[in-house]
Structure formats: structure tokens, C-alpha cells
């Protein structure tokens, strides 16, 4: 039987994915350790983004492996139904915060926040308002809880974003360029409540472009290029000269 380490929060082996011929995983082995902040790191088209989205299962892989906590995946998966089904267990371990928000227009914020949590993991209504109190307090955007998201900055957008992930009480965060879509005077207010986060201990996976946060706040760095892992370490010597030379030429071009 296989020994499983319990503070491996995510473990992939193996992981492919191709959109018709263009293979964009070809075999991505990673692992993240529970209270690591881990940033993603590569160029457009390197995989990043995909590979991120396939740990919740918003793509699809069509082989290798992934565990998220409990929830453990060998893929190809038999067809959509198993699909649904795996995407359900994932849901209730990971929330994913976008680079474009996505956040319904329809719904106040304090509603944004709350419905999943109600509606999904079926909670009672009074204990979930109680609790998304406490985390729109923590992203600074409780005075706002009655705003329409079309009236929010963008920087106000994604905070209530962050909001209604961590509503979902996720064993791992995954962000997806969160800061990409802003404007640069609101990146800040963002990185700030990430930063935040990040001291409390919580598992992240951070699909990035700021290097400077990557390099002050993850415990790791990972460097994607051409769909698999080219390197991956602590920041101190991801960046540092012996770093691996195409993340210290990406790193350069993106301060």
C-alpha cells in the first residue's frame, strides 16, 4: 500500500494535457507541502495557467495522476459524469480567485460571498453570514457588502473575490494572475491581502508575474516552460546566479 505523507497538500505525477494536437503539460511532476505559498512562474504559453486550472479540474488531463488532500485522481477519467464527479470532491478542497474576478454582476458582495457556501456545501444561511463577515473584514471590503460589483474599483473586485473563496474553507488556494487585470495603483491593495494570507499559513498556488512578491512571500518557486517543470526551489536560489538562466531572463524582464 502506498504511504501517503500527510503535510504533501497536492501531488502531481505525470500530468499531460493537449488541446487537439498542441500538447501543453507533457508531464508535469510537482508537489506542494500544506502552508507553502508556491509561485508559478513562466511565459505566455509555457502551461502555467493550464496547469493550475487542471488541479481543480477546470481542464481536463488526459493522463497522469493528482491528489488535492484527500481527493485522488488517475486520469484518463472514464467520461463526463466521472468528470462532474471528480470537479464536485475538488470544489470542496480547492477555490480558485481569477485574473477577471468572476464574480456574478447580478449579486451584491455579501452575496458573491455566501452563495456557494449555502447553495454547494449546503451550510446554514446564519452560520455562513457570520463567517463571511469575518472574511470580508479580513480583505477590507465589509463596507462594501451591499455594493453591486460593477460599482467596485477593480482592486475592490478581486478583494471580494479572495472573499468568496475563502468562504469556501479550501485546503489550497490557487490564483490566477490575480493581479493581471489591474490597474497598477490597485496591484498593491491586492498583494498586500495575499500577503496577509500568506503569513497565516495557508497552502497557495500562485500563478504570477510579480516577481517581487514572488520572491519576498513564496516559500518555492517553480519555472514552467514548454508545458513541463524546468526548475523549482526557494526563492533565495531560484533568483539568485545560479539560478536556472531562463527564469533569471524572465525574472528580468518582468520587474
Avoid at 457570520?130 to 455594493?147: C, P, T
Wanted: proline letters at 4%; aromatic letters at 6%.
Amino acid at each position: 500500500m502506498e504511504v501517503i505523507i500527510s503535510n504533501e497538500i497536492v501531488v502531481i505525477n505525470g500530468l499531460r494535457k493537449k488541446y487537439g494536437h498542441l500538447e501543453v503539460l507533457t508531464g508535469v511532476d510537482f508537489k506542494a507541502h500544506e502552508g507553502q505559498v508556491v509561485s508559478i512562474l513562466g511565459s505566455s504559453g509555457s502551461g502555467k495557467s493550464t496547469l493550475l486550472r487542471c488541479i481543480n479540474l477546470l481542464e481536463v488531463p488526459y493522463a497522469g495522476r493528482l491528489r488535492v488532500a484527500d481527493v485522488d485522481i488517475s486520469f484518463p477519467l472514464s467520461g463526463p459524469a466521472e468528470v462532474r464527479k471528480m470537479g464536485a470532491r475538488l470544489s470542496s478542497r480547492t477555490a480558485m480567485v481569477f485574473q477577471a474576478f468572476n464574480l456574478w454582476t447580478h449579486r451584491t458582495v455579501l452575496q458573491n460571498v455566501i452563495e456557494a457556501p449555502i447553495y454547494v456545501q449546503g451550510r446554514e444561511r446564519a452560520e455562513v453570514l457570520e463567517e463571511a463577515e469575518s472574511w470580508l473584514n479580513k480583505v477590507g471590503m465589509w463596507e462594501k457588502k451591499d455594493a453591486w460589483p460593477t460599482d467596485l474599483s477593480g482592486g475592490q473586485r478581486q478583494r471580494a473575490a479572495i472573499a468568496r473563496a475563502l468562504a469556501m474553507n479550501p485546503d489550497v488556494l490557487l490564483f490566477d494572475e490575480p493581479t493581471s487585470a489591474l490597474d497598477p495603483e490597485l496591484i498593491g491593495e491586492v498583494l498586500r491581502v495575499m500577503t496577509k494570507l500568506a503569513s497565516e499559513g495557508r497552502t497557495m498556488l500562485i500563478v504570477t508575474h510579480e516577481i517581487r512578491f514572488a520572491r519576498e512571500v513564496s516559500k518555492r518557486v517553480v519555472f514552467l516552460e514548454s508545458g513541463t517543470i524546468v526548475a523549482d526551489g526557494t526563492p533565495d536560489v531560484m533568483f539568485s546566479k545560479s539560478g536556472h538562466p531562463r527564469l533569471l531572463q524572465f525574472a528580468e524582464r518582468a520587474m
